[in-house]
Each structure stands twice: as C-alpha cells, then as structure tokens.
C-alpha cells in the first residue's frame, strides 16, 4: 500500500513569511508524529498527535510552530514568521496506535525540506 | 531526561568486513524502548528493530544483530559481511513508555560506508 506522503517535497521562502507542511499518513496509522532533521543531526522530535489531538507538542521549539489534525488522518505544520534557522527537512511518520504505552514501528515520508533565505 | 549517544560520527569498512555501530542512552525510566533505524542516501528513515528494555536476549536478523546491556545502558548494532547497499546513517532512538511512547529521542547517527 502507499506509505506516508509529503508535500510539498521542497520549499523555499523569504524570512518572515508563513509556510504550510503537509503530512499524508498511512491508512488506518491513528498515531502521527512531527520532526525536524537538520543537517548532520538526528530527527528531532516536535509533536505527536493520536487521532486528532495533539497529545505531545513538547518539542515544538516556540509558538511561531503549529500542527493540526483536523479529521485525524492528513496533518499540516504550519510555521509563521519564518526564520533562517527554521531551515531544515521536515520529518513526518506514522504508526498504528501506541497500545498499553508501547510505541509501536514509525513509518517515516520523505521529508519536505524547507530553506529559508 | 533521556539522551542517546552515537559516539562514532563516520565509520568506513571494506565490503565483507564486520562492523558494529555504537548506541549508549541515559534515562530514568524503568521500561522503556530501544530503536535502530536506518536512513540511506534516498532520504527516508527505515525501521530495523525496537527492543523493550526487560528483553535483554540479543536478536539477530539475517546479516544484523542486536546486543543490549542493560548494565552498560548500550545497544549496538553489528553488520556481519557488509555490503555496499548498507552504506547510509543509522540512527539509534530511546522512547520512554512513562510518556506513553510520544516522545523519540533519536541519537545523532554513525554515518556508514561499505566500500567494494
């Protein structure tokens, strides 16, 4: 079947504007998760929604960042006022719902990678 | 807090040779959850294993294996015969189960090159 897609797969914007990842999951994946890579680094964790609630937005790094779920399938991160230092690639996973506390195996998309100028 | 360590940045192997790749984490956490992951040139992070922390046996999957020590907080990865298409950055990553799985913590990666 199809696995998680993202759009758009690049994007570059000037600083100060506002931009919209999206994020399609795999079907029938009720857990989605948020990260951002920078170059040479790990993925780092932002945001975790099970079905439509944002049930960890921890790591979101101030309130320029915001995601929604809205119907509990297709996400979006939405970054206002954009920095140069918000310039990364934009992770997206997915994974069938965490049961008892156990995490259960993330299916990553591609990645929108984002340059600020 | 959790934290992940990858303590080697790049390592270069001639095809066929062993290798292991490094992972030691800290966390306060009595159950928690252990995952390698796989990221090749292409971009896209593949799953490899994830281990809870009250299985300590060691698996071993084809040409991969997995050694945890609870005692040394470590879970290295080993390639046995490497090839060239396991060239890429794996990614070591801690979920704490107290968080109900929400929050990874990944490692900063080894980045791997297998040469013919």
């Known amino acids: 079947g199809a696995g998680v897609s993202q759009t758009p797969s690049n994007k570059v914007t000037e600083k100060g504007k506002y931009v919209e990842l999206r994020c399609d999951p795999i079907?029938?994946?009720?857990?989605l998760y948020w990260y951002r890579q920078s170059l040479g680094q790990g993925p780092e964790f932002l945001i975790y929604f099970q079905g439509t609630g944002a049930a960890d937005d921890s790591g979101l790094p101030n309130d320029r960042f915001f995601a929604v779920r809205p119907e509990g399938s297709v996400s979006t991160l939405k970054i206002q006022r954009t920095e140069r230092g918000d310039s990364a690639v934009y992770l997206c996973a997915s994974s069938l719902s965490t049961l008892a506390g156990i995490p259960g195996e993330q299916f990553f998309g591609p990645g929108t990678r984002l340059t600020v100028l | 807090a959790q934290k992940v360590t990858q303590a080697q940045t790049e390592i270069s192997v001639v095809e066929k040779e062993d290798v292991t790749l490094d992972c030691v984490y800290e966390t306060r956490d009595t159950t928690y959850y252990l995952f390698w992951y796989k990221q090749p040139p292409s971009g896209e992070l593949v799953f490899l294993i994830r281990?809870?922390?009250?299985?300590?046996q060691n698996e071993i999957s084809g040409r991969y294996s997995w050694n945890f020590q609870k005692s040394t907080s470590s879970f290295n990865f080993t390639i046995t015969a490497s090839q060239v298409v396991d060239s890429a950055v794996y990614f070591c990553a801690l979920s704490e189960a107290y968080n109900y799985g929400q929050n990874f913590v990944f490692g900063p990666g080894t980045r791997l090159s297998v040469l013919p």
């Open positions: 281990r809870n922390s009250f299985d300590e």
């Open positions: 079907s029938g994946h009720t857990a």
